[in-house]
């Protein structure tokens, strides 16, 4: 299984939850918020052969990313994951949107010529993002919980992107027909744990099974086939890193 998004260094237990993952099986993206952040979680989780951290730079901590990018620039070459990044035009990212923008725009810039797999939050700042990616020749790229508009998406996918699907996504009707628009190919699985909560619990790398069980239901296919596809979708993006 997949989880392309999980937040494994905000845990309680981060350890727990990261060598439970790797036992289970789940190939599981270590999304970061700085690259304060990823130093850290880099010198844990490397130990664990199915745990990747990516280097993050995540627009709701806009106010720290002056000092955060010269050390951001030093690190890109030595991951071939970045996220979470993009941009957050919400009530609650607006008093930084010009920060964000500048932040993105650096991001960018630094993957510039180098693949790399890259996870993006795009929360009421969707259209900016996709221009962005556009007027770098960023793509593919992975638009983590999408909530903008069919129009967009459908740009997105033009673009050749990817869209990761949660378990709060395949509950909510929006998700659901955010989902609906996706083709089976451009589709991942991910948790956003622990900013997920199932029950009285926060999500884990393991309850992409949920989500792999929705969409195998969604196209009539049994879990094993939809599981391999979006194996199959994951090694799309990840095989010109190798040869890079």
Request: with cysteine.
């Given at each position: 299984?997949?989880?392309?998004?999980?937040?494994?260094?905000?845990?309680?237990?981060?350890?727990?939850?990261?060598?439970?993952?790797?036992?289970?099986?789940?190939?599981?993206?270590?999304?970061?918020?700085?690259?304060?952040?990823?130093?850290?979680?880099?010198?844990?989780?490397?130990?664990?052969?199915?745990?990747?951290?990516?280097?993050?730079?995540?627009?709701?901590?806009?106010?720290?990313?002056?000092?955060?990018?010269?050390?951001?620039?030093?690190?890109?070459?030595?991951?071939?994951?970045?996220?979470?990044?993009?941009?957050?035009?919400?009530?609650?990212?607006?008093?930084?949107?010009?920060?964000?923008?500048?932040?993105?725009?650096?991001?960018?810039?630094?993957?510039?010529?180098?693949p790399k797999f890259i996870t993006l939050h795009s929360r009421r700042a969707e259209r900016t993002v996709v221009e962005m990616l556009r007027q770098t020749g960023t793509s593919p790229a992975v638009f983590h919980w999408y909530s903008g508009s069919i129009g967009v998406l459908e740009q997105a996918l033009a673009d050749g992107h990817y869209f990761s699907i949660n378990p709060a996504m395949i509950k909510s009707?929006?998700?659901?027909?955010?989902?609906?628009?996706?083709?089976?190919?451009?589709?991942?699985?991910?948790?956003?744990?622990?900013?997920?909560?199932?029950?009285?619990?926060?999500?884990?790398?393991?309850?992409?099974?949920?989500?792999?069980?929705?969409?195998?239901?969604?196209?009539?296919?049994?879990?094993?086939?939809?599981?391999?596809?979006?194996?199959?979708?994951?090694?799309?993006?990840?095989?010109?890193?190798?040869?890079?």
């Amino acid at each position: 299984m997949i989880d392309a998004h999980c937040h494994l260094d905000l845990y309680p237990q981060p350890m727990a939850v990261a060598r439970s993952a790797d036992r289970s099986g789940v190939l599981t993206i270590c999304v970061t918020n700085s690259p304060s952040s990823f130093v850290q979680a880099q010198a844990h989780l490397r130990v664990l052969p199915r745990i990747r951290v990516a280097l993050g730079l995540h627009p709701l901590e806009a106010a720290q990313h002056p000092t955060e990018r010269s050390q951001f620039s030093r690190l890109i070459d030595s991951t071939s994951y970045v996220g979470e990044v993009g941009l957050d035009f919400s009530q609650e990212g607006q008093p930084t949107r010009d920060i964000q923008v500048e932040s993105f725009a650096f991001v960018l810039r630094a993957i510039q010529g180098k693949p790399k797999f890259i996870t993006l939050h795009s929360r009421r700042a969707e259209r900016t993002v996709v221009e962005m990616l556009r007027q770098t020749g960023t793509s593919p790229a992975v638009f983590h919980w999408y909530s903008g508009s069919i129009g967009v998406l459908e740009q997105a996918l033009a673009d050749g992107h990817y869209f990761s699907i949660n378990p709060a996504m395949i509950k909510s009707p929006n998700g659901q027909k955010i989902t609906a628009a996706v083709p089976m190919d451009r589709l991942l699985t991910e948790t956003d744990g622990p900013f997920i909560s199932l029950g009285n619990r926060p999500a884990v790398p393991e309850d992409v099974a949920r989500v792999e069980s929705y969409l195998a239901s969604k196209w009539n296919l049994s879990t094993g086939v939809m599981s391999r596809q979006i194996r199959e979708n994951l090694l799309k993006i990840l095989l010109p890193l190798k040869h890079s």
